[in-house]
């Protein structure tokens, strides 16, 4: 265990002597967590495998589950692939800094432990100012998972990174809430085809669109091991009180709802008047951006169950739906 730091930082002009001392931080072997648009990712050095391993150790995560290595820019993001595909090139200008990470072939510097042995490394420029001035500063790659708990809900605010990490980051750099709220979209990159492997907060329109051409939507089956991506753990981004999903308003009835549980609806709100206690997040963004504060709020909220109405099964929303599938069990 060790002291965290909790360090607030302006999120639009940090300061630099703060970035400064972050950056030596991570250069050192420690760990950083600070805000990307998306979540709280929890840094360190990707080109130091002790480092890396305090981040396995520090969420709890199976060495299975490959990390991110987050970049300043694209001319850093390059140095550490061993190969750049023309798709790559597309989706990297169209999108960063922004919330895509792209797996191409990994560089010799990025170890094993980082890729959890895959011959690929998924790669990302996070846009806010803190996150890139911190890798700037640090002059090495970032590894930067969620900073949460392994399986636990992202982290959206530093609070939520103290409340399950406190002691086992050095530094948390607090620029405020994360704009986006869910993770980037994971797409591979490196083989003849794109694939999605996690839906993010772009519509996956908008990828095909700068790609030219359509994106595989088969995610890989659950539980095929480290080729397989994001949250293949089935279970993942949930909460501790038991949690529940149906499909339809209707389906509620059949629940026997009581006054301990609590509904969740993203995107219906139609007859919700007619349910005892509920939250209900009306447009992807803004189901996006509340999403995984909201989850940890409930779940502090000491209900029998949170129940999930879930989104309809359109073209905005698979990203809301498959973090609200991975964090549910069907009703
Ligand atoms: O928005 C985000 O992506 C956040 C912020 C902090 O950048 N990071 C994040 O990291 O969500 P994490 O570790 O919670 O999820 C990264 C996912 C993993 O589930 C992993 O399976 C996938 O990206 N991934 C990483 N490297 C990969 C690779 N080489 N091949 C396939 N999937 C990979
Ligand atoms: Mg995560």
Request: glycine content about 10%.
């Amino acid at each position: 265990m060790t002291t965290t730091r909790l360090v607030p930082i302006d999120r639009d002009r940090p300061n630099p002597g703060l970035l400064d001392e972050a950056g030596a931080c991570l250069r050192d072997g420690g760990l950083v967590a600070f805000a990307t648009e998306t979540v709280y990712g929890l840094g360190a050095d990707a080109t130091r495998k002790t480092a890396i391993q305090r981040i396995y150790d520090a969420k709890g995560r199976p060495p299975t589950n490959p990390l991110i290595v987050h970049v300043c820019d694209l001319a850093m993001a390059r140095r550490f692939a061993a190969a750049w595909p023309a798709d790559a090139e597309r989706l990297a200008q169209a999108f960063w800094p922004g919330p895509v990470t792209l797996v191409v072939p990994r560089a010799p510097a990025i170890p094993d432990a980082v890729t959890a042995g895959l011959p690929t490394v998924g790669l990302r420029v996070p846009a806010p100012a803190v996150a890139r001035g911190l890798i700037e500063a640090a002059g090495v790659p970032v590894a930067a998972p969620s900073a949460n708990r392994s399986e636990h809900v992202s982290p959206t605010t530093a609070r939520h990174v103290l409340d399950d990490l406190d002691g086992r980051v050095d530094i948390l750099l607090d620029s405020g809430p994360a704009d986006l709220g869910i993770e980037s979209a994971v797409v591979d990159v490196a083989g003849d085809t794109p694939r999605l492997l996690r839906p993010g907060p772009l519509r996956l329109e908008q990828l095909e669109e700068a790609l030219g051409r359509p994106i595989g939507r088969g995610m890989p089956a659950v539980g095929e091991g480290p080729q397989s991506s994001p949250g293949q753990h089935a279970r993942h981004y949930a909460p501790h009180t038991p949690c529940l999903r149906v499909e339809s308003f209707e389906a509620l009835e059949g629940l026997a709802l009581t006054g301990r549980d609590i509904v969740l609806s993203c995107g219906r709100r139609d007859a919700m008047d007619l349910v005892g206690e509920h939250v209900v997040l009306d447009r992807p963004d803004e189901a996006a951006r509340r999403l995984y504060a909201t989850l940890r709020e409930l779940d502090a909220g000491g209900y029998a169950r949170i129940v999930l109405v879930m989104p309809p099964d359109v073209a905005g929303w698979e990203a809301i739906r498959d973090r609200l599938r991975r964090a549910s069990v069907k009703a």
